[in-house]
């Protein structure tokens, strides 16, 4: 039943921290991968878990020893789970430093988490030519000695193996992406729980949940249409966003949210060296307000998406003081502008209580999408 | 209604004319014709750049390429008064208040291309270095799209080690030599190695002078008050390979030398404390943050902010070390340590901590590192919210309590040590 898996995705997205005991007590060793991206793959080859963490919605105390108000709460909380216990029992941390919120997270969390290890991740910006190749794998072997002084070991022959497993759950995830359009009748909140949980299961059992529940999803008869929306942003996972979206008769046609279908766009080639491979994956990612492009293909892709799924608006959920999505946000505005779809945009942080304002924009915005 | 009163008209003195061969004729001269330069060179149709402060400006240089410099244009504008008005313009165009103001200003003036507080020549071309935060790349991806000309990126990741890897060594050189063929062919420039090994040495010899001159503030009583470095600086950011700019600076270590061995400074009060500033000057505020130091008798005598903008080497290699290791690229290890010795070396007696809105990286382990630099050198840490560039983010009376917070500590300390 389409429902039984639903609700397996939702208490894997909303109990993490039994899904870490769970692997804990497997005697397995969990790695927290932070966002945007990290090698995951890697991780998986050398015998740990890789566990998603963007924090959590909390209210925020003792990472205000560390940061001052105006950096994103995603990384102000990993912190606070990091600082109060909630991450115990991981090994170590894989940080990117692919924003510079994101570069201050490791620099701060030597100090301030000093029982979980910080292992940096460097990635280059100019990261397709050879020369970025190349500094990307560098940063791949500076990840792979941290993991091997943790007692991790690195066989080619595993590695090729993870990839396989993590092209696979890409795909199953893409396809999840694709059906889910043509069903309104699955949530906003549901969709959320699909894409959350993949941060807190192994991939292997992910893309098995994933595929019983497209399996079942395909016998579905598709429910009555809704409101068909694109949703672009940082993270969309706050229960309260997802029940306006729903409440509203949203449905969620595409997603440009990194915490959900940015992670799963690009494969890693197929390669004699598989850590060659894994660098070039990461040279052909792209459309990501992380990721430089001087050309901003994101903008387009959001704009061709839309159209193409038939979406009859595009909802910009902005994580706030997040910059690099701020900066992208003028150029979607104009975009959209342009190609006349609607636009909404909705601020949203970790330590949001009260949703209101979110709620009379969206409102708003249903209305005039059906006026 | 009442006869209005004449007030007496205030006599001011006439300025005295500066000498044209003091340091502050010769630097002021420089940092102006930085501008006007660029400005000409447009005018005669030849190409011009605007560049981030901390790309390799040898490039530049070498191939002969106008310049200018958005951050230094932005600093002009918040520090006579319009930064305010030009964030405005960005916010209308739907830029959050939360980003950095010196890319609203910029992104405003790209938009409107005038500014009477400074104007600056419009670009053909983009040069952006993320050496000192990644925000750099996102506002000159903006400026290329809003300007429809090419951006050509040298890559400068934070190194999260102590030390310079050899691959990081490696991708910047490829990227220094692959944004230099890009120069030649869109606008058909030549590389000469002659004219490089010529513009390195002025680099180098301007930045040898730079930290030598700031150094001087090893004396006590300083021989300069370091709210001149901040004005200073801006030939660091726009001519440190310039000629001129290597036999001004050199001007400027003489005379604090001169001004330490005949008892004189330009801090105009009598130095009772010295302290560090930490961070990006308050460009909108800088005659209050200013005096509310000097109207308590303490000296800013050093600032990483000032020192960023030295580069010496040796080699090729050290030449990408050494944009390799600027401040905001490091890590809190070596941050630290650099800040330590900056302290130690110039007697300071307290950290003063910009926590500045537009800064998020340079503002985002500060707490952690100003506790292990005031442990390491005994000195108090406070800290006052503020802004580079956006006038709204600032609060004097906050600022003046903070300030006489830290006075407060340091006199006591000072009256403990001397009983």
């Known amino acids: 039943m389409v429902q039984d898996t639903l609700k397996k995705f939702h208490e894997a997205a909303t109990s993490p921290r039994k899904q870490m005991e769970k692997y804990l007590a497997e005697g397995k060793k969990v790695v927290l991968t932070a966002p945007v991206y990290t090698p995951e793959e890697l991780i998986h080859s050398m015998g740990f878990v890789p566990m998603g963490a963007w924090g959590a919605d909390m209210e925020l105390n003792r990472s205000k020893e560390y940061f001052p108000a105006f950096l994103c709460s995603i990384v102000q909380s990993i912190l606070e789970m990091g600082i109060k216990g909630g991450y115990k029992g991981a090994s170590a941390i894989v940080i990117p430093s692919l924003c510079d919120t994101l570069k201050t997270l490791g620099e701060n969390w030597k100090y301030a988490v000093e029982d979980i290890k910080f292992i940096p991740m460097t990635y280059p910006q100019n990261r397709k030519p050879d020369y970025g190749i190349a500094f990307t794998k560098a940063g791949y072997e500076r990840v792979m000695r941290d993991l091997e002084e943790l007692g991790g070991k690195y066989d080619p022959a595993a590695l090729s193996e993870s990839i396989k497993i993590y092209n696979k759950h890409n795909e199953v995830m893409r396809k999840a992406d694709e059906m889910l359009a043509a069903h309104p009748e699955i949530t906003a909140a549901e969709r959320s729980d699909i894409f959350k949980s993949a941060f807190f299961m192994t991939k292997e059992e992910h893309t098995a949940l994933v595929e019983e529940f497209l399996a079942e999803l395909d016998k579905q008869a598709a429910g009555a249409e809704k409101i068909g929306i694109v949703v672009s942003g940082i993270l969309t996972d706050a229960p309260q966003l997802n029940e306006i979206f729903d409440e509203f008769g949203m449905h969620i046609v595409a997603d440009d949210v990194a915490a959900q279908s940015r992670q799963y766009r690009t494969d890693a080639p197929e390669m004699d060296d598989p850590l060659q491979a894994l660098a070039v994956k990461f040279a052909n990612m792209d459309n990501c307000s992380v990721l430089y492009n001087v050309k901003k293909p994101r903008v387009q892709w959001i704009v061709d998406t839309a159209k193409a799924r038939g979406a009859k608006g595009v909802v910009v959920v902005m994580t706030k003081f997040c910059d690099p999505e701020e900066f992208d946000y003028v150029m979607i505005k104009k975009a959209c502008e342009k190609a006349d779809l609607p636009l909404a945009l909705v601020e949203v942080d970790r330590q949001m209580v009260h949703f209101e304002q979110v709620r009379t924009n969206l409102e708003t915005f249903r209305d005039m999408l059906t006026f | ?82 930064g305010e008005r030009m964030c405005e313009v960005a916010e209308a165009d739907g830029y959050s208040n939360d980003i950095c103001a010196y890319a609203r200003i910029s992104l405003a003036y790209a938009k409107l291309k005038e500014c009477p507080e400074q104007d600056v020549a419009m670009p053909d071309v983009l040069l952006c270095c993320n050496n000192i935060c990644n925000c750099m790349i996102k506002w000159y991806e903006n400026l290329s799209q809003e300007l429809g000309i090419p951006m050509i990126m040298l890559d400068i990741p934070f190194n999260p080690d102590y030390e310079v890897s050899d691959a990081q060594v490696a991708y910047v050189t490829g990227q220094f030599w692959d944004a230099v063929h890009q120069l030649e062919d869109l606008f058909g420039l030549k590389w000469d190695d002659d004219k490089f090994q010529q513009v390195t040495g002025f680099s180098c010899r301007t930045s040898r002078a730079w930290l030598e001159a700031t150094a001087q503030a090893k004396y006590i009583p300083s021989p300069f008050n370091g709210f001149d470095l901040l004005n200073h600086m801006a030939v660091m950011v726009t001519a440190r390979g310039k000629e001129e700019a290597g036999e001004a600076m050199e001007t400027l270590l003489k005379e604090y030398k001169q001004n330490h061995e005949k008892g004189e400074s330009t801090f105009r009060a009598e130095e009772k404390h010295r302290v560090m500033f930490e961070g990006i000057a308050c460009w909108p505020y800088l005659r209050a943050t200013s005096r509310g130091l000097k109207d308590r008798g303490i000296n800013m005598v050093t600032t990483i902010y000032a020192d960023a903008f030295g580069f010496d080497y040796n080699s090729f290699d050290e030449m990408i070390r050494a944009y390799c290791s600027v401040p905001n690229a490091i890590n809190l290890e070596k941050s630290r340590d650099k800040r330590i010795k900056l302290c130690k070396d110039n007697h300071v007696e307290g950290l003063l901590v910009h926590t500045n809105r537009s800064c998020k990286l340079w503002s985002g382990f500060m707490a952690e590192m100003s506790r292990q630099i005031g442990k390491e050198c005994n000195i108090p840490v406070t800290s006052f919210d503020g802004d580079q560039a956006d006038p709204r983010n600032f609060s004097e009376a906050q600022y003046d309590t903070r300030v006489q917070g830290l006075f407060e500590i340091m006199e006591s300390n000072k009256e403990s040590k001397e009983a």
């Open chain 2, 1 to 82: 209604m009442a006869e209005e009163v004449k007030k007496p008209e205030e006599v001011k003195k006439p300025r005295k004319p500066l000498d044209p061969n003091s340091a502050k004729y010769k630097l002021g001269k420089i940092a102006s014709d930085a501008f006007a330069t660029a400005i000409e060179a447009k005018k005669q149709g030849k190409p011009v750049a605007w560049v981030s402060s901390n790309f390799p400006v040898e490039i530049p240089e070498t191939l002969g390429l106008a310049t200018a410099y958005p951050e230094n244009q932005a600093a002009g504008i918040a520090a006579r008064g319009a």
